[in-house]
Nanobody, 123 residues
Framework: VQLQASGGGLVQAGGSLTLSCAASGRTFSSYVMGWIRQAPGKEREFVAAISRSGGSTYYADSVKGRFTISRDNAKKTVSLQMNSLKPEDAALYYC?????????????????WGQGTQVTVSS
């Protein structure tokens, strides 16, 4: 599966952004999809993940209640709605895909990665 992330940008603290990830390939619905972020000088951090059907979602404590992950298997897309953004949310955000059988909740190890989209939050 190939992934293309978009939607990043500059936003003021307290603002909102929606990240999107478009996938190619015939088996999108067989993958757990996740969003991972990495700030300069820091390790990759799990943000959110969604099950194959979209029925289960997982969030890092730092974004719970502010971010919402969703997917549309017919359109082969996954989105991350980010509200009440904070300066500490600034990072390069990656969408990623992992087969269900090898996926672990809250992990940052995924088999397939998009190119990343930059989110900058001004205070």
């Amino acid at each position: 599966v190939q992934l293309q992330a978009s939607g990043g940008g500059l936003v003021q603290a307290g603002g909102s952004l929606t990240l999107s990830c478009a996938a190619s390939g015939r088996t999108f619905s067989s993958y757990v999809m996740g969003w991972i972020r990495q700030a300069p000088g820091k390790e990759r951090e799990f943000v959110a993940a969604i099950s194959r059907s979209g029925g289960s979602t997982y969030y890092a404590d730092s974004v719970k209640g502010r971010f919402t992950i969703s997917r549309d298997n017919a359109k082969k897309t996954v989105s991350l709605q980010m509200n009440s953004l904070k300066p500490e949310d600034a990072a390069l955000y990656y969408c990623a895909a992992e087969p269900w059988g090898t996926w672990h909740p809250y992990n940052v190890e995924y088999d397939y990665w998009g190119q990343g989209t930059q989110v900058t939050v001004s205070s």
